[in-house]
Each structure stands twice: as C-alpha cells, then as structure tokens.
Nanobody
Framework: QVQLVESGGGSVQSGGSLRLSCAASGYDYAPYCMGWFRQGPGKEREGVAS???????HYADSVKGRFTISRDNAKNTVFLSMNSLNTEDTAMYYC?????????????????WGQGTQVTVSS
C-alpha cells in the first residue's frame, strides 16, 4: 500500500525559509514523478513543483526562483526548499506521486497523495 508522509511545515515570518520533506513507501521502484501542491484558505489546490526520476523539474511561476524541489530516488523521498516566503505562500502543502511517464504541476495527473503539512507565513 502506497503511503506518503509529509513533514517540515510550520510558522515563519515573511522572508523566512522552510524545508519540507515527503517520504513515500509501498513502491517497488521510485515513482516517475513526485510533486508538491498547496491549497490556501478558500483557494483551489494548485501545483507548486514536480520532479522526475531523471531530474527534470517543473515549477509554478509564483515560486520560481524561491522554491527548489529535490529528491532522493533511493529513499523515495522528495524535498521542497522554500525561501523568501511571503503571506501568499500560506497553505496546506501536499506531496503527491505519479507512476507513469508524464510529469507536470497539474494536480489531476497524480495518483497518490499525502495528508499534508501546514505552512503559515506571517507578515
């Protein structure tokens, strides 16, 4: 059974940094695409970043230059380093995976989801 567990969320002031982690278990091999998504208060879930097993990355325009996604394929773990956080980044952040050969930041493409970790940025 596939399970995704996020960690690393918390409360920071504007301009601060956080690093999220997501450990995926239940896979026989590393999922092709691992990604991060977020859902702010009163907003729809949106893609943040994704990364393939080969290192190809995709980012939402709103986070380019501030967030960096990375992964450890051997441990089926994906990370999201977030810098220069602002109040617009406040959201529940979710990790998700997709087994097959398409990777983007479209939430509809992903097969499995974690429970989320809360990120709150105060001014």
């Amino acid at each position: 059974q596939v399970q995704l567990v996020e960690s690393g969320g918390g409360s920071v002031q504007s301009g601060g940094s956080l690093r999220l982690s997501c450990a995926a278990s239940g896979y026989d091999y590393a999922p092709y695409c691992m990604g991060w998504f977020r859902q702010g208060p009163g907003k729809e879930r949106e893609g943040v970043a994704s990364m393939t097993t080969f290192g190809t990355t995709h980012y939402a325009d709103s986070v380019k230059g501030r967030f960096t996604i990375s992964r450890d394929n051997a441990k089926n773990t994906v990370f999201l380093s977030m810098n220069s956080l602002n109040t617009e980044d406040t959201a529940m952040y979710y990790c998700a995976t997709r087994r097959s050969s398409i990777c983007s930041v479209d939430p509809g493409l992903f097969d499995s989801w974690g429970q989320g970790t809360q990120v709150t940025v105060s001014s």
